[in-house]
């Protein structure tokens, strides 16, 4: 099956650095990846699409001058959480989506963020 | 928008019992509909998913049933095991969109 990778799988930065992670789809190009995000004991949350070559699309309530998308190759996504502080501690999963008449999505193993 | 309603929150079984868990979603344009399963920080895994033009879907222990009528669809899990212990999330998607509307899951503990 498709395989989705994400960098790092671990990360602790401190309040009001930056931080970035990648999402890459390791066998298959993606068009379209999306980025989730999951407090403990709680759902995924959508956070926004990423299209290669335009600009992602955020859900309602998600910042986008916060949270920063690049999409730049159609294996590559990148989130990068700015001016980071405790709350956007979390469990940050990127998915991919091969192709248009495949409606799996693949998940990547996920990036665990604390934020002190 | 979607909405998808899943129950219960935690289901806790003997092994060897069968687990069940349901969902509900509200939009009639949703026809495909997969079942994740997340272990504790690790990626939802994909372990059985059902379209639309199909009432019933079987992989060895589990099951998937779909009642487009009622809009509901549920997991079956037979002969559990401590290892199937998880939390189990239903989903569902529409045909014009990649993005599927995510129960907010079920914990399963299986007991050995």
């Known amino acids: 099956g498709a395989v989705v990778s994400q960098h790092p799988s671990r990360v602790i930065c401190k309040s009001g650095t930056s931080v970035k992670i990648e999402c890459r789809s390791l066998?298959?190009?993606?068009?379209?990846m999306f980025w989730y995000r999951q407090f403990p004991k709680q759902s995924l949350m959508l956070m926004a699409t990423s299209n290669e070559g335009s600009k992602a699309t955020y859900e309602q309530g998600v910042e986008k001058d916060k949270f920063l998308i690049n999409h730049a190759s159609l294996t590559l996504s990148t989130l990068t959480v700015t001016s980071a502080h405790p709350e956007d501690s979390s469990f940050y999963i990127c998915?991919?989506?091969?192709?248009?008449?495949?409606?799996?999505?693949?998940f990547g193993p996920g990036t665990r963020l604390t934020v002190t | 928008g979607e909405n998808v309603e899943q129950h219960p929150s935690t289901l806790s079984v003997q092994e060897g019992d069968s687990a069940v868990i349901k969902c509900t979603y509200s939009?009639?344009?949703?026809?495909?509909f997969p079942w994740y399963k997340q272990e504790l920080g690790k990626r939802p895994q994909l372990i059985i998913d059902?379209?639309?033009?199909?009432g019933e879907k079987k992989d060895q222990r589990i099951a998937v049933t779909l009642n487009k009528t009622a809009k509901h669809f549920s997991l079956h899990i037979t002969e559990t095991q401590p290892e199937d212990s998880a939390v189990y999330f239903c989903a569902a998607q529409s045909g014009g969109s990649y993005i599927p509307t995510f129960g907010r899951g079920t914990s399963l503990i299986v007991h050995p």
């Open positions: 998915s991919a989506v091969p192709g248009a008449t495949d409606y799996e999505q693949y």
């Open positions: 059902i379209r639309s033009n199909v």
């Open positions: 939009d009639s344009a949703s026809n495909y």
């Open positions: 066998d298959f190009q993606a068009t379209t």
